[in-house]
């Protein structure tokens, strides 16, 4: 009866956190949103010049993530002391959170997250930064993409490295489209969140909630 208890508990003081989150996580992408339009009026580009609805490129979007979420499964796996580090952070901060996540809940969040990065990065800073040069271009927007997802130094290169990826797959594909790399961020986030929610789960059945696999 007290294990019952102490598990109510647990739910009852881990749900507010959960859904404070998923709020809180989709307000401040939404906010990123605004930060685009806005940075967008300032620059002269629009965030959504080149954001387009397509089927194709919403499959070839979707397909795009795999490689980054196989990349992602990998690092996971290896015994390398700062890929570790990334994991244990991730368990630590995210794990908690959305262990008892709705998956449509975290699905729109992704969507929040995908759209607001996107837009600012890939739409606006990009699209702006084109005019010194493609790879000028691609080089600035992903540093400071990399620099603002700086949880640990590794973080900050693998992030400025996706962050690549997404540009290129901006601007190989013709005509330009923004849907493809939102939609490969959007995908890849949601796959690491339910990796991330399975992973925690497992440790914390096993009594060790807080170790890398």
């Given amino acids: 009866m007290a294990d019952w208890d102490e598990e109510e508990d647990f739910e009852e003081t881990t749900a507010p956190e959960q859904q404070s989150f998923i709020l809180g996580g989709s307000l401040i992408s939404i906010g990123i949103i605004v930060i685009a339009f806005g940075v967008g009026w300032g620059l002269g580009v629009s965030p959504l010049a080149n954001l387009n609805w397509n089927w194709m490129d919403l499959l070839i979007g979707a397909l795009a993530a795999l490689p980054l979420y196989l990349f992602f499964f990998w690092t996971a796996k290896l015994p390398i002391k700062s890929f570790q580090q990334i994991q244990q952070f ?35 800073l ?35 490295l996706m962050g690549v990826y997404m540009s290129l797959l901006l601007i190989l594909f013709t005509p330009q489209n923004l849907l493809i790399p939102v939609t490969t961020h959007t995908v890849y986030d949601f796959m690491c969140f339910m990796y991330v929610m399975r992973v925690y789960r497992q440790q914390k059945e096993a009594g060790q909630p807080y170790e890398s696999e």
């Fill in 90 to 124: 991730l368990l630590e901060e995210l794990g908690p959170r959305v262990e008892h996540g709705k998956v449509w809940e975290l699905f729109i969040l992704c969507i929040f997250i995908g759209l607001g990065e996107e837009m600012l990065f890939r739409g606006v």
């Fill in 126 to 160: 990009q699209s702006w930064a084109t005019q010194y040069g493609v790879v000028a271009a691609i080089i600035f927007t992903n540093i400071l993409f990399g620099v603002l997802h700086s949880i640990t130094r590794l973080y900050v290169i693998v992030a400025t």
